[in-house]
């Protein structure tokens, strides 16, 4: 399973193109002749990029479920909608189709994010926002999220 790490501000240009950072480049290696796939987030009015192999893995998952079951249908729809295949060009840069800037509501500067083994891609303002909070409520929020993990130290 792919990890990748970091934070990257990026300017979009007016045919929707971002220079891919070199520090992902160099995270993923292996995985930048395979190409990426590039969705609409599930929670947020953001984008997620995923190499290609990780959206194999996602896929397959969602490839398993019931489409005898409407609710199962529905999900696979929308968790589908606005998919695109994206590949670097020869000067390094990705592609984010028309409309999935809509979606996002990408303007011209962006926020690449990473989430463990995917990008998100955020409007930099929108991200902004998003990770705007205060230590007490993300404290909260961590001790409900991690503070009942066994072996991890809750003092």
């Not at 930048?32 to 996602?58: H, M, N, Q, T």
């Not at 990770?131 to 001790?143: S, T």
């Amino acid at each position: 399973m792919i990890n990748i790490i970091g934070t990257h501000e990026c300017k979009v240009d007016v045919k929707g193109r971002f220079l891919f950072p070199s520090s992902f480049k160099g995270q993923l290696t292996e995985e930048l002749s395979k190409g990426f796939v590039i969705k609409r987030s599930i929670f947020r009015r953001c984008l997620e990029l995923y190499p290609r192999s990780e959206w194999d893995a996602e896929s397959e998952k969602v490839s398993k479920l019931n489409r005898f079951r409407q609710k199962n249908v529905d999900f696979i729809r929308k968790f589908m909608a606005g998919v695109k295949i994206t590949e670097l060009d020869s000067t390094g840069r990705l592609l984010i189709p028309r409309e999935l800037m809509k979606f996002g509501n990408i303007s011209r500067e962006i926020v690449l994010a990473s989430m463990g083994n995917r990008i998100e891609v955020w409007d930099k303002e929108a991200y902004e926002q998003a990770v705007d909070y205060q230590p007490e409520d993300f404290a909260g929020l961590a001790e409900e999220v991690m503070g009942d993990q066994e072996g991890v130290d809750n003092e």
